[in-house]
């Protein structure tokens, strides 16, 4: 076995570095490339290069590649996507884990857009836990929560906080259990009168959720 040690990226020239952007490109095919790629095949950091020419974008407008228009994702969506992640972790998630299949985007995007990846989490969870936080976003019906039947985004992850993202009949947890989905469910069915209420919902596996049907248990 032998042991190498990888390039030390302080002494890299900045000619280097972008000799390296544009030899990962080629070995790609491409005329651009995500961060996430080229932490797949580069010898160098993509946070080094970040932080060496100010951003992604900058470090690939200055090797001679393309340069991908941002779309403008509602705060919403970023919201919600942090909400699942959380979810399917059953913990806080880490930076690094922001990548498809589990997170839809990027943590370099949520870093970019909040100005961090510490900021990006403590806007998700000030939106998540105050009612009176506002976002730009269409309202598709002017009910109170407790007057539908499906929790919305900031009730969901209460409840889960709560429950320690940990299912309150079995146990299981996607932070220990591989593969649990959690649910939010009502405690007295919606369909005997139950609110969507946090006093009235409770985090269940899927299992024990489709198990439990529509009976009210203690």
């Not at 900045?14 to 580069?42: C, D, I, P, W």
């Not at 970023?78 to 059953?90: D, I, K, P, S, V």
Request: aromatic share 10%.
């Amino acid at each position: 076995m032998t042991f190498n040690l990888t390039p030390w990226n302080k002494g890299a020239s900045n000619e280097e570095l972008l000799a390296e952007l544009r030899r990962v490109a080629q070995l790609l095919g491409k005329s651009s490339m995500t961060y996430e790629e080229f932490r797949s095949h580069g010898r160098y950091s993509d946070r080094f290069l970040e932080r060496r020419f100010g951003s992604w974008n900058k470090a690939l407008e200055a090797a001679g590649l393309e340069v991908r228009k941002r779309v403008n994702i509602p705060v919403i969506e970023f919201f919600e996507n942090m909400e699942q992640t959380w979810r399917a972790l059953g913990r806080q998630p880490r930076r690094e884990e922001m990548v498809k299949p589990l997170s839809m985007i990027t943590g370099g995007a949520y870093e970019r857009r909040f100005g961090g990846w510490r900021k990006a989490l403590e806007a998700f969870v000030a939106f998540a836990s105050d009612d009176r936080a506002t976002i730009p976003v269409v309202l598709t019906t002017t009910s109170t929560t407790s007057e539908r039947r499906f929790p919305d985004l900031r009730l969901r992850f209460r409840v889960m906080h709560r429950d320690s993202f940990r299912c309150q009949a079995c146990g299981r947890s996607p932070a220990t259990d591989a593969g649990v989905q959690l649910h939010v469910d009502h405690i007295v069915p919606w369909s005997k009168g139950g609110k969507t209420t946090e006093s009235n919902l409770r985090t269940l596996c899927e299992q024990c959720n489709l198990g439990k049907g529509n009976s009210i248990e203690g």
